[in-house]
């Protein structure tokens, strides 16, 4: 009989010698909903997306689509998902925090868009809903491919350490985040877009710079920034800069 290979929280716990592991519905709920999780657990209380695959399907060779939720075997097969899954360009996967790798390196510190270090360690769920009575043996990370997923980490509430990879190239010109302010922050971007620029644009500009990481709040402070000056409305969401000088803290 083959054996099956064994992964963390769908499909086995760095603690015991199991087939299949729950990833915990809490923390799924607060990812948002997911169109396709490409290695599922056979047996499940609740579904992980809107289509599942399992190990009957094969997921690495099956068409993958819009948003996927990945939580794949662990073991030498793990990048080989996280691969398809840095190339599908469009998800979150759960992995555990071995940020020493070869493979977490190549496919997630130089691949993905942001990453979350969960506090402490998860407990993943039995066949039948219950949760383990031991966690997982390890940290674990949820790594977002996209701005839209990375976005989901932001807004997600989950508790860790949110860290951006994909930095817009205009903070490495010139930037001290310890002494910027938000007028400081939109005024810059704003002048980087001619002067003039649509709210939407300046939600995509500003995420990713380390005060969204500790704001999970941040587009209702990038709006209160707006409407409080020294910026002028133009309609239809677009803003002009005014000079910035000096700007209060």
């Known amino acids: 009989m083959s054996k099956r290979s064994k992964g963390m929280g769908g499909h086995q716990s760095a603690r015991a010698n199991k087939d299949e592991w729950l990833t915990p519905p809490a923390l799924l709920h607060a990812l948002g909903e997911f169109d396709l999780d490409p290695c599922a657990p056979i047996k499940r209380p609740w579904n992980t997306a809107k289509t599942h695959y399992t190990v009957l399907d094969d997921g690495l060779r099956m068409p993958w689509f819009r948003r996927v939720f990945l939580n794949a075997p662990y073991g030498n097969a793990l990048w080989l998902w996280m691969e398809r899954l840095a ?80 930095v817009p190239r205009i903070f490495a010109i010139a930037w001290n985040p310890a002494h910027q302010s938000w007028r400081e922050i939109i005024d810059q971007f704003t002048q980087g877009e001619g002067g003039t620029v649509s709210v939407a644009k300046l939600y995509e500009l500003v995420r990713g710079h380390p005060k969204t990481g500790s704001n999970k709040h941040w587009k209702a402070k990038v709006r209160q920034t707006l409407q409080r000056g020294p910026f002028t409305p133009l309609g239809e969401g677009r803003w002009k800069a005014n000079t910035c000088q000096p700007c209060e803290k």
């Open 87 to 166: 190339k599908h360009g469009t998800g979150t996967a759960l992995l555990f925090a071995r940020t020493e790798t070869k493979g977490f390196s190549k496919w997630v510190w130089d691949e993905a868009t942001a990453i979350l270090f969960l506090k402490g360690r998860l407990h993943f769920h039995h066949v039948n809903g219950d949760r383990a009575p031991r966690n997982a043996g390890a940290p674990s990370v949820l790594a977002a491919y996209g701005q839209y997923d990375a976005d989901m980490l932001i807004d997600s509430g989950l508790e860790g350490q949110f860290v951006p990879l994909r």
